[in-house]
């Protein structure tokens, strides 16, 4: 039984498993065939103590398409650590369905639900990681450069925040350079950057203070919002320390010509990226919310499916 909390926690090979199995699984849908049912019986159970587009729906619909079943569960009526325990949420959920993922505030309620789970937990976002975009943001760029993605860079623009970790681990992961661009005080943890220079041999990931640095020899560039949820009440101070960072056709006038452009959504356009941008040549941010769904299916078929 494996969960899926953060990248950190699984090997290169099993990495690429999902994402192989979810190219697969995507190419099927695409030439019009229906997926086998490698799910049927099988239920999800999907709790949210925020707001989700593309997750809950890119899961709903995984379940659905192989086969199987979700139960979309919102805080109001579970009260994850609040009306009940974590642990015991986790025990009466373990009793009746086959996985359960969930979008938490704080990632510790994700380990307390995996130490306690007798079924797959799975990370649907929290204060600390979105592995889940990591791996739809990386099928993205894989349909760009191909499978093998060694030497590749990517140059993450803005918050040092839950995307820009699992970015920066599976990179790492996957033989990729990473560059965190981030204002002093919202950059991530040295240690992590540390711990990937010392210990994958071969890929550079660092962060500095300097977006136009960062994107100059970048394949990828991504931004996500410079607010995440939970964080409403900086946002006053936040937005003007981020308006550098902003994601804009003068940003990527200094990155090279094949450069594209990733942002997981939901977008505060005309914040920390621009319309022209979004909506320009370089822009694969659809593409990407639409492989959630296809990543998805790949982490499920493994973790559920023994795919
Ligand atoms: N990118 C992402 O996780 O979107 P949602 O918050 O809409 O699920
Ligand atoms: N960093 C953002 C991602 C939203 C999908 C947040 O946590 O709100």
Request: overall charge negative; proline content about 4%.
């Amino acid at each position: 039984m494996t969960h899926f909390i953060d990248i950190v926690d699984h090997s290169t090979d099993w990495l690429q498993h999902v994402l192989d199995v979810a190219h697969a699984l995507r190419a099927q849908r695409q030439a019009g065939q229906t997926n086998q049912p490698i799910l049927a019986g099988k239920t999800l159970a999907m709790i949210f103590e925020k707001p989700s587009l593309r997750t809950r729906v890119s899961f709903q619909q995984a379940m659905y398409e192989l086969g199987g079943n979700g139960i979309v569960l919102h805080q109001q009526e579970v009260g994850l650590g609040q009306r009940e325990s974590v642990a015991d949420v986790t025990r009466v959920l373990c009793g009746m369905v086959q996985g359960i993922m969930a979008r938490v505030f704080e990632h510790e309620k994700l380990r307390q639900m995996a130490e306690h789970a007798t079924v797959p937990v799975i990370n649907a976002l929290s204060d600390h990681s979105h592995p889940c975009q990591a791996l739809a943001d990386i099928m993205t760029i894989r349909d760009e450069f191909g499978e093998d993605l060694t030497g590749r860079t990517m140059a993450f623009v803005g918050d040092g925040n839950n995307v820009s970790r699992s970015l920066a681990r599976l990179c790492s992961k996957l033989g990729m350079n990473f560059t965190l661009a981030a204002p002093e005080g919202y950059t991530l943890e040295s240690e992590l950057f540390d711990r990937i220079n010392r210990d994958v041999p071969g890929v550079t990931a660092k962060q500095i203070s300097d977006p136009i640095e960062a994107v100059k020899d970048a394949d990828v560039i991504v931004t996500d919002t410079f607010v995440s949820m939970g964080q409403e009440e900086e946002k006053e101070q936040r937005l003007p320390i981020f308006a550098p960072y902003q994601v804009n056709a003068k940003l990527l006038s200094q990155a090279p010509e094949h450069a594209i452009v990733l942002h997981c959504l939901p977008a505060y356009r005309g914040v920390e990226i621009t319309d022209e941008i979004m909506d320009g040549p370089r822009s694969r941010v659809f593409p990407e919310a639409h492989n959630r769904l296809h990543a998805q299916k790949g982490l499920l078929a493994v973790l559920l499916g023994n795919a």
